[in-house]
């Protein structure tokens, strides 16, 4: 696991985080909520890429 993958999510977590207190703050709580589950969702898709890296890799040194 690379540690730049770690940095990625955190990024992508505070800057959710900020986003979302900034919204809730100001009363646009559906759009606070719609900006959480966006990050959810990049997150998903980074994890899910590097899973699938992950998979390649074990097919390629098993030779599957």
Request: aromatic residues 4%; charged residues 15%.
């Amino acid at each position: 696991m690379d540690v730049e993958l770690i940095f990625k999510i955190a990024a992508v977590g505070i800057i959710v985080a900020v986003l979302n207190i900034l919204l809730s703050r100001s009363g646009r709580d559906e759009q606070a909520l719609m900006v959480t589950i966006a990050g959810l969702v990049c997150v998903l898709v980074i994890v899910v890429q590097e899973i699938s890296a992950l998979f390649s890799l074990i097919k390629n040194l098993f030779s599957l």
